[in-house]
């Protein structure tokens, strides 16, 4: 047997209808026109919460967000001095597109040799969901429990626009002393792994428009400015021929990883055999003769996530584009901020608008700063103990190249120790058709919800004793 | 008043309930959905063309093209030695996307000051349509008339690659003195204009491969290879930074212009401030530094059809795209091949295949080479006193950076000289959205299509005279 315990206890009938009604909700926070799927997902999870003996749960919209998917907040009273854990998870998913690539319906669960497809089958309403299955079964053992706190969003895919702006509003109803996410991947050989960094996440658009409509290829072939060649050349430019990124100003002042953490990463890591055969895919993209675990976590990334312009169906189309359009993304690490790099982004693009074409930057979401937490934090340690139960080989420590933006400011905010444990797989496939989740996976991520729940209640990580 | 006589007879409602008739069938020879659209719309012109006294015709599909659009092929018997007149236009039209951006239904003709909206109202079915109406009206009057043959084919818009398999073995029926083609630009003001020369082309689709499906762009953001980036990385390679074609061998051979051949096109041809008042952008493609004339009508393109890979929706999706596409057309000149230029990209784009990805180059269509013919043409000085009839400036000569690839192919087989007039003007905005002809436009395409049969019944080409 490989990995953590496999002998888990199957999820109950009540546990998967449950999972199955949560998953049937298209709650696509990007999308205005899934709001409504939102607030009927949010509505579905506040009476699932109230559902646990102890919970109060409500539906939180603050000033200038009436118009976003609300967030859930709960609370469970602790017995006095009990330690607290605030536990975070987003109820949003990526949208399905694109949709013929999926095999089964995107909205309806599906079973299938011990996985379950569905968006969000894993991101992350699987991987809450689990976690909370666990505590409600601590919950009907009679504890040990501590102050349990639940804040689950709609907006976390698209940036966390509203619980960032009032997470400063909620601080008191916030602090406390471990913040616990499952929302992220296990280790190599499904080992558990503790997540000890995050990138940080910025992300926008480029619009370039040349004639004010598309134009015959040949008629105006070398003379009118063509914006797909436009967009092409920008995005291109962004990039060395090596694959380091061009952009002057981009990486200053990056801190390098500690001789310990390159350590923990690589023990933490695939190897790039490892890597291929799970993705598919030789681990070639990035800069060039730079070891693939730097590339991944401790390095940024300038990634274009779509890049659309002129003609596409079947056949051919002579035109010259009017005009184009780039999404882009970028990973950030400690030492750059979300202003700096986008600054620097926006000065690179704006001195390379081709001739006779306007350009302009849109959608722009500063999500995050990168964050790296010491491997000394007492909570790492009561972390390790418990998933050393889960696997005798212990927990890993990772460095993870994804971002959610939100946990720096709620670390701020709750004045709490991150721990952020998930038990995610590549196959797992999430923000890609055919999304989905073991039950294997499930019934870990349950198990470590209920272990670190008691073992939180049982430990002196007091009140601010878990800060770093 | 400029341009040429406006005060053209109105079109009368039979023809305009015939030419609105051809307009609203869909018939894009690209797309193989519709070819049972091009098929009904072939069966149409056929009957529409044994309506005009005298005429036979058929629908010709040559063993292999079974599947292809039909050809419609007619004649109509000439005098003893009367010239030949052999006409060709193509009924097959541009896919009508984007659709959004239509004001009316693309494929329902509509008439707003003066102009009709609809696919195709110009490109070619309004340009042949009224060149016929033309001829109709001459067989109505009595003559005096040439010999004439007809052939509209369904596949002009994505390469004519029935017809030019097939004109060898149709050569006995296609020969003529003259080739008569209205399917091109007026000159400025509307001054009329014999084109001398067009550019060939060559088209192909490039696709990329990288993961075999999406990934998340944090988890994989350095390490996975962008398939987005490839290719604007591929397509961004093709141009040097001033816009120069950077594919090494690919504009080996070209013959410039002579110095009466420009001088010509730079009195066929607006300024600059024409060229931005009519388009709307500035004519910043192409190389910079170089003429506008020579870039136009001498030189070569490689220009980007399309451009499409990852996200592209609403909002944002932190995605590495798995695939893209890069849709290329590129318009050569005499001295160049399309087997040269293919194998000059080929080469070019095989030396560059990013890292860790797969290219494919597919849907090539080696159009037609470019062509230039002599200024002094005898049946060039029939058609300048003709046009001149129309407009006391006289025409103007062009080289159009357009291609119809067909017309070297059937001057070979006809043993015809090339005569291409035609009326468009930029508004018409054909291969766009909201592609319209002027009924002024129709009106000068009919009397052209009356007096040039005319003038070549009368003439002195008889076979073989016509020959350069």
Redesign the interface.
Known sequence: MCGMEKTVPAIDARAKRDYFDLLRMQSVG???ARLPECEKCAGWIKSYIEGMPGFEAELYRGEGFEDAPPIVLARRAGAPGAPTVLFYGHYDV??E?PVE?WLTPPFEPTEKDGRVYCRGAQDDKGQWFAFLEGVRALIGEGGPLPELKIVLEGQE???SSALIALAERLAPRLKADVLAVCDT?AGPDFRPAIVAGL?G?V?F?VNLY?????????????????A??G???L?????T?D?AIAVEGFRDGILPPSDEELAAAREGSQSDAE?EAE??????????GVD?IL??SF???I???????????????????AA????I?M?IVPGQTPAGVLDAVRRHLEARV????RMEIC?V?PGAPGCRLPLSSPVFALAARTLSAFDPRGPVFQW????IPVVSVLQDVSGAAPLLVGFGREED??????ESYGLDQFAAAARWGREITRAIALSDIARKGGEQ
Chains 1, 2 share one sequence.
């Open positions: 990007a999308d205005p990526q949208p597109d690539e895919e698209s940036g991947h990138r996440v992300s658009t040349g004639a004010p409509h598309d134009l015959h290829s040949g008629t105006h072939g070398g003379v009118a400015p063509n797909a060649q967009i092409a050349a995005v291109a430019s962004l990039h021929p694959g890597y993705t598919g895919c030789a681990p070639e993209g990035g800069e060039k693939r590339r991944n390095m940024p990334t990634e274009v996530n779509g890049i659309h312009s002129g003609y596409g169906g079947p056949g051919g189309k002579t035109v010259i584009p184009a359009t780039a999404k993304s990973r081709p001739r006779g074409m959608d979401k993870d190249g994804a971002s496939r999430i923000h890609s058709p055919n």
